[in-house]
């Protein structure tokens, strides 16, 4: 699945730096899965 947004360019570099991650693709991602999973979610 493709999904596309527009995101502040601060926002994507605090997620890189949150998520240990150096691409913007692979820090979405990532934080994605974390809120799927997260159990402190509903």
Known sequence: M???SVLP???IIA???KT???STKD???KA???Y????FVE
């Open 2 to 4: 493709h999904v596309q």
């Open 9 to 11: 360019e601060k926002d």
């Open 15 to 17: 997620l890189k730096i």
């Open 20 to 22: 240990g991650e150096s």
């Open 27 to 29: 820090a979405i991602s």
């Open 32 to 34: 994605v899965y974390h």
């Open 36 to 39: 799927l999973e997260c159990e």
